[in-house]
């Protein structure tokens, strides 16, 4: 074993990446849905580097990498995902898997360290086929039932046809082996403007937002846009902009300090200039930390639907599409990710929640978990021009090898 490999090399973590991003390379970015063939091949180019790191390598039934080591002693788990959104950036997931990676390399070889780190890159993180589905796979919340499902948003091909394509079908898919891990570490970039904006390099994740998402349905009749009286029209689109209008005048009362929600689409039936809409539709979508907030805002939700069904007009009907699953960072992993900056990125880290979903709080489900976050310039983020400075990725791969180094010491 050459001495080189037990040396923290932040070259070594830049051309990694830039190794990723020109695998699918679009402008400065990547274009990588799932299962596409530059997500296949950048899984590929993992299960090398693993390999060559001296940890055992599988990819499995649904498209997560694994790399595990044979080396007694605590193992913590590492990772994140290496599809992207369409034509987007390329440190989103990317960086937390080499972060992943290059603490595999550094640490399991060092005989001073009781323990070693596991690398696993999550399937379809970024949901072109359903949300979480590698993660959630592992920790045995996904059936056969929503493989049959689930189906690629853009395309529409099956995620069936898409496993036969990429030659997953039949495979097996891992499921966590309980105890195994003291827990899981992902580093990410913020996607937001929090660090950037304090001049701060790291970014101690306290707690991960849940996604809570409704389809919430109007129904008046459709008629005659010259001929129909207005006192006589029950008209489902104008009952549908009222309701969004009223959710912001009265969530804001409801609400947690943190609380987000959002209409991100409005459909009419049948969305024609002269014809009073039928019917309407609108996907809403809540995130929070805290469930009881939510429920609070459901039960909010649905009174107001059911005060507008009393008025006569038109009805409306709210159904839950996606439940949340917000998660609370491990105390100990906090503090192992904030004495690490305190060593390598002169105490510049700040704890903060994350408002975007992560593989973390499906992992927190069943171990301990800890995140980190470095800069995004400019917060930008689900864009091919994202982009962290490579001193900060430096800096904060060296903070998330000490982190592992220090998990494990627990
Ligand atoms: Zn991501």
Wanted: proline share 4%; glycine share 12%.
């Amino acid at each position: 074993m050459s001495d080189n490999r037990l040396q923290f090399d932040g070259a070594r973590v830049l051309a990694d990446l830039n190794a990723l991003r020109g695998i699918g390379a679009y402008k400065t970015g990547v274009h990588k849905p799932t299962f596409s063939e530059p997500h296949m091949r950048s899984l590929e180019w993992l299960a090398q580097r693993l390999a060559e790191a001296g940890l055992a390598v599988a990819i499995d039934g649904i498209g997560n990498v694994f790399g595990t080591s044979t080396k007694s002693g605590p193992k913590l788990l590492a990772g994140s995902h290496l599809e992207s959104q369409n034509f987007a950036g390329w440190l989103d997931g990317p960086l937390g898997v080499v972060y992943a990676l290059e603490a595999a390399r550094v640490v399991n070889p060092d005989s001073n360290v009781n323990g070693s780190v596991e690398v696993a890159a999550w399937c379809d993180e970024e949901g072109h086929f359903g949300h979480f589905l590698g993660s959630r796979s592992y920790v045995g919340g996904v059936t056969e039932a929503d493989i049959d499902a689930a189906r690629d948003r853009n395309s529409g091909r099956t995620m069936r046809e898409a496993l036969r394509d990429v030659g997953l079908a039949g495979r097996a898919r891992a499921k966590a082996e309980r105890g195994r891990h003291i827990g899981y570490i992902e580093a990410h970039i913020e996607q937001g403007r929090t660090l950037e904006s304090g001049d701060l390099r790291i970014g101690v994740v306290t707690s991960i937002v849940g996604i809570w998402q409704y389809r919430i349905t109007f129904s008046g009749e459709q008629n005659h846009a010259g001929t129909t009286r207005m006192d006589v029209r029950k008209d489902a689109g104008l009952a549908l902009t009222r309701f969004c209008v009223d959710i912001d005048d009265r969530f804001p009362k409801a609400c947690g300090p943190r609380t987000v929600w959002t209409t991100g689409r409005i459909t009419l039936d049948p969305g024609a200039p002269s014809i009073i809409p039928g019917g309407a539709e609108m996907l809403f979508q809540m995130r929070d930390d805290d469930p009881a907030v939510i429920d609070r805002l459901e039960d909010l939700l649905r009174s107001m639907a059911a005060d507008v069904t009393a008025q006569g007009r038109c009805s409306v009907a709210v159904e839950r599409l996606r439940t949340g699953i917000p998660a609370m960072m491990d105390a100990t992993f906090q503090h192992a990710i904030e004495a690490a900056s305190a060593v390598f990125a002169g105490g510049r880290s700040v704890r903060m929640p994350s408002g975007a979903g992560h593989d973390a709080q499906v992992l927190a489900t069943i171990m301990p978990a800890g995140m980190m976050f470095v800069p995004s310039i400019g917060g930008i983020s689900h864009h091919w021009s994202e982009n962290t400075d490579d001193a900060d990725i430096v800096t904060g791969a060296q903070v998330f090898v000490e982190a592992c180094r220090r998990l494990l010491a627990e």
